[in-house]
T-cell receptor, first 112, second 113 residues
Framework: QQQVKQSPQSLIVQKGGISIINCAYENTAFDYFPWYQQFPGKGPALLIAIRPDVSEKKEGRFTISFNKSAKQFSLHIMDSQPGDSATYFCAAVKAAGNKLTFGGGTRVLVKP | DTAVSQTPKYLVTQMGNDKSIKCEQNLGHDTMYWYKQDSKKFLKIMFSYNNKELIINETVPNRFSPKSPDKAHLNLHINSLELGDSAVYFC????????????FGPGTRLLVL
């Protein structure tokens, strides 16, 4: 049973385009939603995170949008660059728990 | 000055063997984790330790046994390796109560033949 569902599985974007990755969760006890970025051969690294009391958070070219009523959140990568080519994972965590629940990942390829 | 380090980076072994993976973090974190990433890139938590105490033990076969000699180290021992154990194993750490911000090691690529 996958508690965090992520789509699409893969994405090809032209340089300068917008990459959009969507996630949906089921457990309303989740109260923090980070995104991790993983380059080939490396471990995941925290990219950006949001709490459900905020509808949007922006850091540079990366923006998280959050829809609490729909239990959905998304990552937008503006002006996508070849260096953004990586696998992106959404995740969710409960404050009372001690683990991250990851989505299935999205492989993003930005073509020059 | 590596934050989370794992050894070995690659591990190729025969079915039925026993192997260990070591992890160390120099971030002063209290909580450490082991994850398994399969060939489809799906990341699944296996274990979590807080101050050397096991706090998460997901549905993992008994052949996998974590050991935390101190809060900076979390090792993973695997007995009787099976083909399905082939994966990338990641160690991670976080401050206590800050599980949303985890620092991952570079991974250990295990191939069981």
């Amino acid at each position: 049973q996958q508690q965090v569902k992520q789509s699409p599985q893969s994405l090809i974007v032209q340089k300068g385009g917008i990459s959009i990755i969507n996630c949906a969760y089921e457990n309303t006890a989740f109260d923090y939603f980070p995104w991790y970025q993983q380059f080939p051969g490396k471990g995941p690294a925290l990219l950006i995170a949001i709490r459900p009391d905020v509808s949007e958070k922006k850091e540079g070219r990366f923006t998280i949008s959050f829809n609490k009523s729909a239990k959905q959140f998304s990552l937008h990568i503006m002006d996508s660059q070849p260096g953004d080519s990586a696998t992106y994972f959404c995740a969710a965590v409960k404050a009372a728990g001690n683990k991250l629940t990851f989505g299935g990942g999205t492989r993003v390829l930005v073509k020059p | 000055d590596t934050a989370v380090s794992q050894t070995p980076k690659y591990l190729v072994t025969q079915m039925g063997n026993d192997k260990s993976i070591k992890c160390e973090q120099n971030l002063g974190h209290d909580t450490m984790y082991w994850y398994k990433q399969d060939s489809k890139k799906f990341l699944k938590i296996m274990f979590s330790y807080n101050n050397k105490e096991l706090i998460i033990n997901e549905t993992v076969p008994n052949r996998f046994s974590p050991k935390s000699p101190d809060k900076a180290h979390l090792n993973l021992h695997i007995n009787s390796l099976e083909l399905g154990d082939s994966a990338v194993y990641f160690c991670a750490s976080s401050q206590a109560g800050r599980q949303e911000t985890q620092y991952f090691g570079p991974g250990t690529r295990l191939l069981v033949l």
